[in-house]
């Protein structure tokens, strides 16, 4: 059972049932409804009683989450309490995301490196962080503490345009206030059985909204896989001084992980340094990064979940990927600010014969049959291929094809 229904689960439940495995899609969306072997349930992923009667009346053997909500609301905790294994952190580790300033604490503790940060909450923190933006001139990154779906991240070296953004999260959350760090950023996913743990291939995120890398920050508007600036030498760094350190400290914090962490990372010219923990799969690097995996990614999730990776499997994975993949994600117009919803959807590309796979995010079918549109991001084009630009060329082709009033996407993924 795959829980959610973005384009994140979309590409899980298409990977399980291509896969052969039977898979139940709750609640999924109108593309997954049409996969082969997956079947949508109308459940609400964050009832974590719902979850585990769900999971008992359809005889699921294991459950992944995709999202952080359900994770956050403990249905990770109440499907091991039931006796079924779940793909992903109870609600204590999933703090990692839910709270940046107990992740920020968390990477201190342990010296994982990481900005150097100031945190501001309570009476006068506004007071505080006038002082603090007067005595560090130049760029600055703000960050809401709690779950923003990717967006509670303001970077400006404009003093008025940070003291607004800053107080209107400290009108109800924790701030956290970052030095800029300079480099190039890779998604980095480790997956963990509790003591073992597999990392694979690093994909790259591209997180403004508009080309050129400009506009405000959004979840995220296309990803390649793998990144070709992550080289074995980077990326056993990345192992040494990001990774194992963090699954290290979980384990002496008592924090029993059997999921996936996302490591957002910063390549600076010192090194590797942890922006942030996610506690699932990113999106929309999943959507990129699982068609160019190996087989075998069901019983990798089964393995990690239920306390038992298997070494082969795990080399299996960590190796880099003989093909490329390049996502772009077409978005309503508007977004990431107000958008519309429930736009007609004229016409999609036909992926079956093509070198490429379309996902979607959140879309629904009316009672005449006609597709509609449910969120800011609504579909991710994704185009594979032998080398970078193939992959591009052909995701490219893909999203063009995407036919709905204001349809938009960043035509500079990749390039």
């Keep these: 059972m795959v829980l959610g229904s973005g384009g ?3 590409a899980l ?3 399980l049932a291509r896969e052969d495995h039977a898979v139940f899609c709750a609640p999924g969306n109108a593309g997954t409804a049409v996969l082969p072997r997956a079947r949508n349930l109308p459940l609400d992923p964050d009832d974590p ?17 995709g999202p952080e909500a359900p994770l956050v609301a403990g249905v990770a905790d109440a499907l091991r309490a039931a006796g079924v294994p779940c793909f992903g952190p109870g609600a204590s580790p999933a703090r990692l995301e839910s709270s940046k300033a107990f992740a920020r604490g968390f990477m201190e503790r342990h010296g994982i490196p990481c900005a150097r940060t100031a945190r501001f909450s309570g009476p006068g923190a506004g007071t505080e962080l006038e002082r603090f933006v007067a005595a560090n001139p130049g760029r600055l990154v703000l960050k809401k503490s709690g779950l923003a779906a990717g967006k509670g991240v303001l970077e400006s070296d404009d003093p008025a345009e940070l003291l607004a953004f800053g107080r209107s999260v400290l009108a109800a959350d924790e701030l956290l206030a970052e030095e800029f760090l300079e480099g190039f950023e890779l998604s980095v996913f480790g997956v963990s059985d509790g003591s073992d743990f597999a990392i694979l291939p690093a994909a790259r995120d591209h997180k403004k909204a508009f080309e ?14 793998p990144e070709f600036r992550a080289d074995a030498a980077l990326m056993a760094r990345v192992r040494a001084e990001l990774v ?33 923990y996610n506690v699932r799969f990113g999106d929309p690097e999943t959507q990129s990064l699982l068609p160019i ?27 880099r990927p003989d093909r490329y993949a390049c996502g772009f994600v077409v978005a309503a117009p508007g977004y990431p600010g107000p958008y519309p919803k429930d736009l007609a959807v004229r016409s999609l590309p036909e992926t079956q014969n093509s070198p490429g796979l379309l996902f ?21 084009a994704v185009g594979l291929g032998a080398d970078s630009a193939r992959a591009r060329e052909n995701g490219l082709a893909l999203a ?11 035509r500079d993924i990749g390039a």
């Design 8 to 10: 994140r689960e979309h």
């Design 13 to 15: 439940a298409w990977k």
């Design 49 to 65: 009683a719902a979850v585990v009667a769900a999971a008992r009346e359809t005889g699921t053997e294991l459950v992944a989450v």
């Design 212 to 225: 050129g890398d400009s506009g405000p920050n959004t979840g995220g508007m296309g990803a390649v896989a």
């Design 244 to 276: 194992e350190p963090t699954f290290s400290a979980m384990a002496k914090e008592g924090l029993a992980y059997r999921g996936v962490v996302f490591f957002g990372v910063m390549v600076t010219a010192s090194g590797p340094k942890l922006l942030e």
């Design 293 to 319: 995996l190996p087989d075998g990614f069901g019983e990798l999730l089964r393995g990690a979940a239920e306390g038992r990776l298997e070494p082969a499997l795990v080399r299996a994975f960590e190796a």
């Design 360 to 380: 979607h995010a959140s879309t629904t079918r009316d009672a005449d049959g006609i597709l509609h549109t449910g969120g800011g991001r609504c579909f991710a």
């Design 400 to 410: 063009a094809a995407v036919d709905f009033d204001g349809a938009r996407f960043r």
